[in-house]
């Protein structure tokens, strides 16, 4: 079945530094891929729609300076936050959708990001 | 707007039980429905799709167009079962899905 992996799984970085995340989906190509985060025991929230050679969309209240997404292929979409803060810290999540067919989403492990 | 709501946070129930998870969405549009489960520290899994009308796990949900419902069900819970349901909302293509807040389900031995 499909995969998406995502690296790392979880990540503890210093206020002020930057972050990336990659979302790899392994065995079917994306050209859509969508980031979400999630707080502790609550639901998912998307942040932006990553599209293979053009630039990604924002959800409202998501700041896109903050959250760089790159899809530099049509097997790997990147989140990195830059400057991260505490309030940060949290679980991101991307997924994938097979680009040929109308599969499901399938989704990475997710990344747990605790700023200190 | 696309809407889901999940009205339980959490769901206890007892092993052997029935177990009924409520959803109810708001699309103007044709829904695609889902339901993701998502077990301790693991990733969140399809469970069913409101198109392929199986039965995963014993789980099945039926979506009701004029009750804007998709309940998930399943006759007798298993202490398994144990998870954070999740009801989705979309549309074929490349959308992103709608989550509603969850429902944890409890089930007690």
């Known amino acids: 079945g499909a995969v998406v992996s995502q690296h790392p799984s979880w990540v503890i970085c210093k206020s002020g530094t930057s972050v990336k995340i990659e979302c790899r989906s392994l065995?079917?190509?994306?050209?859509?891929m969508f980031w979400y985060r999630q707080f502790p025991k609550q639901s998912l929230m998307l942040m932006a729609t990553?599209?293979?050679?053009?630039?990604?969309?924002?959800e409202q209240g998501v700041e896109k300076d903050k959250f760089l997404i790159n899809h530099a292929s049509l097997t790997l979409s990147t989140l990195t936050v830059t400057s991260a803060h505490p309030e940060d810290s949290s679980f991101y999540i991307c997924?994938?959708?097979?680009?040929?067919?109308?599969?499901?989403?399938?989704f990475g492990n997710g990344t747990r990001l605790t700023v200190t | 707007a696309q809407r889901v709501t999940q009205p339980e946070k959490l769901l206890s129930v007892f092993k052997g039980a029935p177990v009924e998870l409520k959803c109810n969405y708001s699309?103007?549009?044709?829904?695609?429905l889902f339901w993701y489960v998502q077990y301790s520290r693991q990733r969140l899994q399809l469970l069913l799709r409101?198109?392929s009308r199986e039965s995963i796990k014993g789980f099945t949900a039926d979506l009701n167009k004029g009750e804007t419902s998709f309940h998930l069900k399943k006759p007798f819970a298993q202490e398994e079962d144990s998870a954070m349901y999740y009801c989705?909302?979309?549309?074929?293509?490349?959308?992103?899905?709608?989550f509603g807040k969850g429902t944890r389900l409890s089930v007690i031995a």
């Open positions: 997924s994938a959708r097979r680009t040929e067919d109308n599969s499901p989403l399938h």
């Open positions: 065995d079917f190509q994306a050209t859509t």
């Open positions: 990553s599209n293979e050679g053009s630039k990604a969309t924002y």
């Open positions: 699309y103007s549009g044709s829904p695609e």
């Open positions: 409101h198109i």
């Open positions: 989705a909302l979309g549309n074929s293509g490349n959308t992103p899905l709608v």
